[in-house]
């Protein structure tokens, strides 16, 4: 084995232009495919990550009746659903792969309803009551201010915070600590704002981006979930958000979280109640489809160009066999059985396929770093594909050679040693 390998080398050596003239089609073949590749996957993630919240993986569980979102904004608490107990959100954060598990109630505020106000001017916008892990979970910073603490929930002080929509409409630059909001008739003191920490990977660089992606409510204004009942005369269920150890681990986890919360937080199934979280990995699955189908035209388009590389190498391999007559003669009449001969050739058109596999790697993971640079593209090196684009190419060295081995191992050795 090794023998042949130094044969091998020693005969790609021995005429080195040619030899790289015919790895010339592999070395584009693999290339263009390394290209495709990484560009998809680079797009594939951006999408991923984009779409998901930045990087935070949080997966969002909300009560549904029949296939739409229970609204308590107009509708009202739901009969038959229990409020989630502690108890329950601790199982929640014991999920595998889950980082934490938070519960928040939610309501949307508009000019109709004037549940929120601050010196006679209503707030549009969002109201959540939130727990004490709820900012953590969700990928949220404090700005300034200081955070809930647990004394807040326990003696259910009336304290806000605002994220930065909610602090530019009610305060503009002015800073809103120690103002004072009223929340259907309640004093609540601002005591700090919030910000949700965004991926630094992505930028935000067109309208289509920015309607998609940025917030365009009014803001939001944050209690705590412990005052949510003080303000709203009732207790209600909550939301829950789970914060998974990885994007591939969020829609497992949100199914394991729907099962929980329907078995144990509904007690009346004559309302079709159910819980369902909102599955963001399939939605980055949906949109890396439409993107998919042209990109498999291109894989088809560059696995073109190593059939032609592959036919190339079969074409050298074959006047390598002419060449080589007399030398194979030579060695089938001292007693080189036609196994080693073959062997011989099949071995010499796989290490040349695979050294063009190895170039064509280098220069495809070289091109996408380019075209990356070059025009602002994503892009992401595959190493599983690495590794298959060589093996494949040495693939192709066995399969388009064995044409010409079998034809030097049939060589009968008399006329092989006649052949001037």
Avoid at 48 to 63: D, P
Avoid at 241 to 270: C, P
Wanted: aromatic share 10%; charged share 20%; hydrophobic share 40%.
């Amino acid at each position: 084995m090794f023998e042949n390998i130094s044969l091998a080398f020693q005969g790609i050596w021995g005429h080195k232009m040619r030899s790289f003239l015919t790895m010339l089609g592999i070395i584009i073949g693999i290339a263009s495919i390394i290209t495709i590749v990484s560009t998809i996957k680079g797009t594939n993630d951006q999408i991923k990550e984009s779409l998901i919240g930045a990087g935070t993986n949080a997966v969002t569980v909300q009560l549904y009746q029949e296939n739409y979102t229970y609204d308590m904004t107009y509708q009202g608490p739901p009969a038959g659903v229990l409020p989630i107990t502690e108890e329950t959100r601790q199982a929640l954060a014991d999920l595998d792969n889950v980082r934490s598990a938070s519960l928040y109630c939610f309501r949307r505020i508009d000019s109709y309803n004037g549940t929120v106000c601050y010196k006679n001017t209503a707030y549009s916008g969002e109201l959540y009551g939130v727990d004490q892990y709820y900012f953590q979970t969700n990928g949220y910073r404090l700005s300034y201010g200081r955070d809930f603490l647990p004394e807040d929930y326990a003696s259910f002080h009336k304290v806000a915070l605002l994220d930065a929509g909610a602090a530019s409409l009610l305060f503009g630059s002015t800073d809103p600590r120690g103002e004072t909001l009223e929340i259907s008739g309640e004093p609540f003191t601002v005591i700090g704002v919030v910000d949700r920490a965004k991926s630094s990977d992505f930028a935000i660089e067109t309208y289509r981006d920015y309607t998609m992606y940025a917030d365009t409510s009014g803001g939001k204004i944050f209690i705590p979930l412990a005052d949510w009942p003080l303000v709203f005369r009732f207790d209600e269920p909550q939301c829950a958000v789970l914060k998974a150890a990885s994007t591939d681990d969020m829609t497992r986890i949100g199914q394991q979280a729907e099962d929980l919360l329907t078995k144990t937080q509904i007690t009346d199934t004559s309302g079709n109640f159910a819980y369902k979280s909102d599955d963001l990995m399939k939605q980055a699955a949906d949109i890396q489809k439409l993107s998919n189908a042209t990109n498999n035209q291109l894989l088809w388009i560059a696995g073109i160009s190593l059939l032609v590389g592959g036919i190339g190498v079969m074409n050298i391999m074959l006047v390598t066999v002419t060449e080589r007559t007399r030398e194979i003669g030579l060695k089938k009449a001292i007693g080189a059985r036609k196994r080693r001969i073959l062997w011989q050739f099949l071995t010499e058109a796989a290490a040349l396929t695979s050294i063009g596999g190895i170039l064509g790697v280098a220069a495809g993971v070289g091109l996408s770093r380019f075209i990356a640079s070059a025009m602002g593209t994503p892009t992401a090196v595959s190493y599983p594909a690495i590794a298959v684009a060589v093996l494949f190419s040495m693939l192709i060295g066995v399969i388009f050679g064995m044409i010409p081995a079998v034809k030097a191992s049939n060589l009968n050795p008399i006329d092989a040693l006649r052949r001037e």
